[in-house]
C-alpha cells in the first residue's frame, strides 16, 4: 500500500493507493488542481520508496498519456490537395507519380510526425503546414515511417 497525504490550504486529505503508479498518477493530477497553491505539497510512503516529498507537478515521476489528435478530415484533404499540386503529384524522392491501376500511389508525409506533433500543442500547426508536408510515393513513405519508428525507439 502507498500512502499519500496531500497538504494544501483547504487540509489535509489521505489517500492510499495499491500501485506507486497510481499514486503518482494521482499526485500528478493533484497538482494539476492546486498549483496555485504554495503551501501545496505531497508525502508518500509506501515499500522500497520510503517516504518522498513532492511539491511541484514537475517533480512528480509520472508522464500523462498524450492523446491523439485526429488530423481534421476537412482541413486536411484541403491542405493534402495544395501539397500534392505544389509537388505536381510526383514522389519528391523518387520521381514516381500516380500511375493507373497501381498501387504506386502519390502520398503526403508529416515530416515531423503525427506523433511527435501530438506531444505539443505548440507544434499543432505542423499538422497542416505545407512546409511540414511533402509528397511520397508508397514506397518511399514506408521507407520513412520505418525511419521515423526506429529514431523513435532507439534511445537518443
Ligand atoms: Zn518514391
Known amino acids: 500500500m502507498f500512502r499519500t497525504v496531500f497538504h494544501s490550504i483547504d487540509g489535509n486529505k489521505v489517500k492510499n493507493y495499491k500501485s506507486l503508479n497510481r499514486a503518482y498518477k494521482a499526485i500528478f493530477e493533484w497538482f494539476g488542481n492546486h498549483g496555485k497553491d504554495r503551501s501545496a505539497h505531497v508525502l508518500l510512503s509506501g515499500p522500497e520508496i520510503g517516504t518522498e516529498t513532492y511539491r511541484a507537478q514537475h517533480e512528480v515521476p509520472y508522464k500523462p498519456k498524450v492523446k491523439t489528435r485526429k488530423l481534421n478530415h476537412g482541413m486536411w484533404v484541403k491542405v493534402r490537395a495544395e501539397v ?10 523518387c520521381g ?3 500511375q493507373k ?11 515531423i510526425s503525427v506523433e511527435e506533433i501530438n506531444r505539443s500543442v505548440e507544434l499543432t500547426y505542423l499538422l497542416y503546414a505545407p512546409s511540414n ?11 520513412e515511417t520505418i525511419k521515423q519508428n526506429t529514431s523513435r525507439n532507439s534511445p537518443d
Do not use: F, Q
Open 84 to 93: 500534392l499540386k505544389r509537388d505536381n503529384y510526383l514522389c519528391v524522392r
Open 101 to 111: 491501376n497501381s498501387k504506386r500511389a502519390v502520398e503526403v508525409h508529416h515530416k
Open 133 to 143: 508536408l511533402e509528397t511520397l510515393c508508397d514506397l518511399c513513405h514506408l521507407d
Open 96 to 98: 514516381n507519380g500516380p
